[in-house]
């Protein structure tokens, strides 16, 4: 598996940036954010920099609720989504990923009663149909991340719509935190991982590495995200599973708030994947 993180380096600067990333051991990366499908010149650049260093550019962000109620802006963050796909295409990344979408007015991921209604489903395989034919992606694939509070909270419902949307563009993004939705997965990640890769190891392409606590007040189901290691996840399983799967696979670390954050996480991981006889 190739592992990824944010570094403290100019991501403007391609080259230094790609240099700092090898410097710290990381195989994998996420795109860079100011490029564009209409930036061929930045494109080859970023290709080449890349390439020479042994960065893969594990995704590109299409962050953009392709379910908004509002008939405008639908169309045009589906357009978005379109293009975001391009430019992985162009690159050569791993994936474009997004979230399947919600029909709240404020984010992709929010909650709202209809999210998990068939409605919801065939609109969700209509928008991603829509992308794929549009794009029609050979070196990429459109994916699509877990998350609680959309219709795409587990691994059944992702191999339903997998099946669903049928499309050899179509890959999965595997975030297994996100995943965890209730006190029985939280006890059991173990048991999640294994569900997550058998129900959807033939179409992982990409995944997302962090950890996850309860919070502090017992009288509510509520979670936290913390630095990998200082959690329930079960790390052991997760990164034999992803070498098992490829010794490729990008594993992308984020959401942490300090560059000493992500050392540490970067530290435990490497142990784990040493003990595991695991090469990232």
Same mark, same amino acid.
């Given at each position: 598996?190739?592992?990824?993180?944010?570094?403290?380096a100019?991501?403007?600067?391609?080259?230094?940036?790609?240099? +700092?990333?090898? @410097?710290q051991?990381? *195989? #994998?990366?996420?795109? !860079?954010?100011?490029?564009?499908?209409?930036d /061929?010149?930045k494109?080859?650049?970023?290709?080449?920099?890349?390439?020479?260093?042994?960065?893969?550019?594990?995704?590109?962000?299409?962050?953009?609720?392709?379910?908004d109620?509002?008939?405008e802006?639908?169309k045009?963050?589906?357009?978005y989504?379109?293009?975001?796909?391009?430019?992985?295409?162009?690159l050569?990344?791993?994936?474009?990923?997004?979230c399947?979408?919600?029909?709240?007015?404020?984010?992709?991921?929010?909650?709202?009663?209809?999210?998990?209604?068939?409605?919801?489903?065939?609109?969700?395989?209509?928008?991603?149909?829509?992308?794929?034919?549009?794009?029609?992606p050979?070196?990429?694939k459109?994916?699509l991340?877990i998350a609680p509070?959309?219709?795409?909270d587990g691994? +059944?419902?992702? @191999?339903?719509?997998? *099946? #669903?949307?049928?499309? !050899?563009?179509l890959?999965v993004?595997?975030? /297994?935190?996100?995943?965890?939705?209730?006190?029985?997965?939280?006890?059991?990640?173990?048991?999640?991982?294994?569900?997550?890769?058998?129900?959807l190891?033939?179409?992982?392409?990409?995944?997302?590495?962090k950890?996850?606590v309860?919070?502090?007040d017992?009288?509510?189901?509520?979670?936290?995200?913390?630095?990998?290691?200082?959690?329930?996840?079960?790390?052991?399983?997760?990164?034999?599973?992803?070498?098992?799967?490829?010794?490729d696979?990008p594993?992308?670390?984020?959401h942490?708030?300090?560059?000493?954050?992500?050392?540490?996480?970067?530290?435990?991981?490497?142990?784990?994947?040493?003990?595991?006889?695991?090469?990232?």
């Amino acid at each position: 598996m190739r592992l990824g993180a944010p570094v403290d380096a100019d991501p403007l600067d391609y080259a230094a940036y790609a240099a +700092e990333l090898v @410097r710290q051991g990381y *195989r #994998a990366a996420q795109c !860079p954010p100011d490029v564009t499908v209409n930036d /061929p010149d930045k494109i080859r650049h970023i290709k080449r920099v890349y390439s020479e260093r042994d960065v893969m550019i594990g995704e590109v962000g299409a962050w953009s609720n392709a379910l908004d109620p509002r008939p405008e802006e639908r169309k045009k963050n589906i357009e978005y989504v379109a293009q975001r796909l391009a430019l992985a295409d162009e690159l050569g990344a791993r994936c474009a990923v997004n979230c399947v979408g919600s029909f709240d007015l404020r984010l992709n991921y929010q909650a709202h009663p209809e999210n998990f209604t068939e409605a919801c489903f065939d609109a969700v395989v209509e928008w991603v149909r829509r992308v794929l034919d549009d794009v029609n992606p050979g070196r990429t694939k459109m994916t699509l991340e877990i998350a609680p509070w959309t219709l795409l909270d587990g691994p +059944e419902v992702y @191999r339903r719509l997998v *099946r #669903a949307i049928d499309h !050899p563009g179509l890959g999965v993004h595997l975030d /297994p935190v996100n995943a965890v939705g209730d006190v029985h997965t939280y006890f059991s990640t173990t048991s999640l991982l294994e569900d997550c890769f058998n129900t959807l190891g033939e179409w992982i392409v990409c995944c997302h590495a962090k950890d996850i606590v309860k919070h502090e007040d017992p009288t509510t189901v509520a979670f936290r995200e913390v630095v990998p290691g200082k959690g329930v996840m079960d790390y052991r399983t997760f990164l034999l599973r992803c070498e098992k799967l490829s010794p490729d696979l990008p594993v992308l670390m984020e959401h942490l708030e300090t560059v000493e954050a992500y050392r540490e996480a970067a530290e435990y991981i490497r142990s784990v994947a040493r003990n595991a006889g695991v090469t990232i």
